[in-house]
């Protein structure tokens, strides 16, 4: 009876060892690496139940993380040749700790590249919560990246993963997808160039890896003055900037350093308005021309929205106004008909602080009324008292409003004198519709009638066509 058992015993490894041979080949084990895994197991593991352990582990293994996973993992066994460290638990571990298309795309990367060593690293293999936290297009990217450029140790150096999961899924599959598509793997990892992306938080620097991808314009824009650029703008110009350089692929003329310092001259909301012009109207050639780019002050001045008025008008027209040292030679030129006037207005609508003005003294009145009433025991009462209340409280209206409508004027008055002063220092010429001689098809109409609730102003026409 002892002897029956002690054989059975015996036969037992053997038996469990056909098995995960079975489970193996079903997994999709090819009968070339079948051969490298029993040859290395049999040397590894002299001990018959050590290596039908050891097997079973790996048959376990190739059955959790799924058919396609599978065969780029015996792929992978197949052209490295090296089968102990990818038949390490270790690794074993690591494959099935993240989820089977990362698996998938992780073998894939070791088989295309051999980086066996360092695709097999420790860090690596501890940077699970990475693999975790980009989704499933950020991994095809990463491990398109590696297998590209065969840049295996500098794209698994703990920087670049620490700073991939930081920027977001959707970042990085820009940032590793300029990586493959460009080559460029020193420089898109250079530490400047992490460290400005990150500033710039995760849309930004989505936008602007997706322009390197797009115009493969590495040393244009991992210069240290286009980086400077757009760490002083901040996060929404700089996504403006780099999504014009994209729409454009004008990466050259966008980088000169001229249009650099009129960026950083405009400030942060016209420079915003300055990069949106340029991605939506293409006028690259206009919108960086250097009469334009000598205008910043004025531009400045006028503020967000009017300077995105003025480089639309100046797209369409298709002209610049003249460079600040030669204002007079333009305005000579522009009575010769060959330059159009652009007046650079955006009027405040200082009306609509009239409304609150009337309600504020209503509220004082009342409340004035309201404690005299309180204080005078009776002064006020009766109809007599109301309609008397009631008399002075429009004559105060009428009042305000004349008073009011004055202020409002003379504010309009006075931003229009600044304007028009502003105007001319930078030789941009002052437009006067009604007193112009000019009939523009566009804000007159028969009669003539003035458009003006067209172009914003009835005096001072904004017209670009003028």
Not at 26 to 32: F, L, Q, R, S, V
Not at 102 to 119: K, N, S
Not at 130 to 135: E, G, H, L
Not at 168 to 188: H, I, M, N, P, R
Request: charged share 25%; glycine share 10%; with cysteine.
């Amino acid at each position: 009876m002892d002897s029956l058992a002690s054989g059975q015993h015996g036969k037992h490894p053997r038996r469990e060892e056909e098995r995960a041979l079975r489970r193996l080949v079903k997994a999709g084990c090819g009968e070339d690496e079948l051969r490298l895994i029993v040859t290395h197991l049999g040397r590894e593991f002299p001990d018959g139940e050590a290596r039908e352990r050891k097997l079973s582990e790996i048959a376990d293994f190739a059955t959790a993380i799924g058919g396609p996973a599978a065969r780029d993992y015996f792929r992978a066994i197949e052209e490295t040749k090296a089968v102990a460290a990818l038949t390490d638990g270790r690794v074993l571990a690591f494959a099935r700790s993240i989820d089977r298309h990362t698996a998938e795309w992780y073998f894939w990367a070791i088989w295309g590249t051999g980086a066996v060593r360092e695709l097999t690293d420790e860090r690596v293999l501890k940077a699970v919560e990475f693999f975790r936290s980009i989704d499933s297009p950020a991994t095809v990217e990463y491990f398109l990246a590696i297998r590209e450029t065969k840049a295996a140790k500098e794209l698994t150096d703990e920087r670049v993963l620490a700073f991939a999961r930081s920027i977001g899924s959707d970042a990085a599959v820009e940032y590793f997808g300029a990586c493959w598509e460009t080559k460029a793997v020193t420089e898109l990892t250079d530490e400047q160039v992490l460290g400005v992306a990150l500033a710039l938080g995760g849309e930004a620097a989505q936008e602007y890896f997706r322009a390197i991808r797009e115009t493969k314009a590495v040393t244009e824009l991992t210069d240290a003055k286009v980086l400077g650029l757009a760490q002083t703008l901040g996060s929404r110009p700089a996504m403006e900037y780099f999504r014009a350089i994209r729409e454009t692929k004008a990466a050259s003329e966008l980088t000169d350093e001229k249009v650099l310092l009129f960026a950083e001259l405009l400030g942060k909301g016209p420079a915003r308005e300055y990069f949106r012009a340029i991605a939506s109207t293409k006028a690259v050639a206009v919108l960086t021309g250097e009469g334009l780019l000598d205008a910043s002050g004025v531009i400045r001045s006028i503020g967000a929205d009017a300077a995105l008025d003025y480089f639309l008008a100046v797209a369409a027209s298709g002209v610049v106004p003249p460079p600040q040292g030669t204002a007079d030679g333009g305005a000579s030129s522009s009575r010769a008909g060959g330059v159009p006037v652009l007046t650079l207005l955006d009027i405040p609508a200082y009306e609509r602080y009239r409304p609150v003005g009337l309600l504020g003294v209503s509220a004082f009145f009342w409340w004035y009324v309201w404690q005299f009433a309180h204080f005078s025991l009776g002064a006020v009462r009766g109809v007599e008292g109301v309609s008397l209340a009631l008399g002075v409280w429009l004559a105060a209206l009428a009042g305000a409003y004349v008073l009011l409508g004055s202020l409002v004027e003379r504010s309009a008055e006075q931003f229009l004198q600044r304007r028009r002063r502003l105007l001319n220092e930078h030789g941009i010429r002052w437009h006067d519709c009604l007193e112009s001689d000019r009939r523009c098809e566009l804000c007159w109409g028969s009669g003539p009638t003035h458009e003006d609730q067209r172009y914003d102003y009835g005096r001072f026409c904004r017209c670009p066509a003028c």
